[in-house]
């Protein structure tokens, strides 16, 4: 529409009479293009069948959309995406698509278990979201999945030698080729930039003229992607508790992750020094030195190293205050020679990442021990006592050898969209922050203390982002929730 109000103008100002019959000619030809499109969309949403979902105790409603396995063939073959809506209660603005990351995640399932969470913005709104291509049955997902060894896997230990290096990419290849053979088609397209065209496809099917995007945890990579693919179809996009994929300078992303840890377990040091374990911090730097040489043993035959130590204690610091007696006590312990207390309750025992189907095509990995040594000798300078742990310095050790490239790599925002709101708690505003920063007018939601993403858990941020999302209220800069 206001692209019609230029040229008017621009034939109002050039040509009297003449000009204002052709203006008046531009605004019906606007006017009838404009009910053309609300009537295709209509029709694409129409086409949409929709009935109860699975196992439905919501109301909530559920319609397949077929869309390409490889979105440069749009000829080829198709696989089926399950979409689910929850209707408005009141007088609908339009839809709200919503996605709760993992990377991929069943979010018909989240949407059932957690549907109160979504009652004031449906009152607005309807609530769509979809289960992500490629994690399927295994994930409770209905949408078509990869038949893949989805698992988890200890971080592999940072090569020593050239031979190590090819070693572990022999690992992840071998890892990586059953997912693979089960499925190459669909192996190959399962970035974030992926998902962000099925979410386009998704907007066109419910007939929207334009997106209002709720992306958490992993998904806000889905919203960076679709942003940058399609720039001029976002009306309101929330990044919540995400990392940012939208940085022209990688290895200094990686510096602020790196940065970011540091800072869970300054928070930690600060506190033990105004309490009762003033002596922690050097007993910290004591266990690391201890660590990197030998690594210090714990129960059932397990023995970490200084990285692994690393990776534990940033996972207690940034749990906050009632993490932090336990951390303490067992650092004394560690220091003292045994590592017990660090033992998760639950599942590997060491630091651990998933099947890296998504991570492993959306994000840099080093190409030769060279590069590797390069970015660990650099994190450990700027995080002294969190080091490479809990990055993806660490987290893209599983995608050297990887038998598929970046197809998704990192790269900056275009300027020209509308405001980006991003929320998040320790560390992860200041990473939204850095994203949504690109795009002028936006603003970021802080919590000051621990947690990921805040929509679910939040009732001030929630506020917030539901009014952003409904009326482009976009909240004043410097919120805290």
Known sequence: MLKSIVIALALIG????HAQHSADQVRQSSADQVRQGSADRARQADALAWSACPDDKIDMLCADLQVPVDWRKPDGRKITLKLGRLKATGAAKGSALVAYGGPGAPGIG???RFP???AELRAH???????????????????????CLWSRYPIAEFPEDDADFA?????????AEHCRQSDPELFANMSSADHARDMEAIRKALGAAELNYYGASYAGFFGQAYARLFPGQVRT??????WSHSSADWARELEEMAKSNEEFLTRFFTWCKAGDCRDVPRTWRALLARADRTPIPAKDGVAYTGRDLRSFAVSSARQGKPAWPKLAKAIRAAHGGDASAFVPERGHRYPDQSTGVTECVDWPRPATRTDLNATIARLRRVAPNAGTANSLATGTLACVGWPAPVTNPPAPLPKTLPPLLGAGAWGESDAVGRVVSQVPGSATITHDGPGHTLYGTNPCARDHINRYLTDE??????TKC
């Open 14 to 17: 050039s040509g009297g009479l």
């Open 110 to 112: 989240y949407t059932q």
């Open 116 to 118: 109160d969470q979504w």
């Open 125 to 147: 709104m309807d609530v769509v979201t979809w289960d992500t291509r490629g994690y399927g049955k295994q994930f409770g997902g209905l949408s078509t999945g990869l038949p």
């Open 167 to 175: 070693r572990l990419s022999d690992t992840n290849r071998g890892i």
């Open 237 to 242: 996009m929330v990044l919540d508790g995400t």
């Open 473 to 478: 209220t976009m909240p004043p800069r410097g």
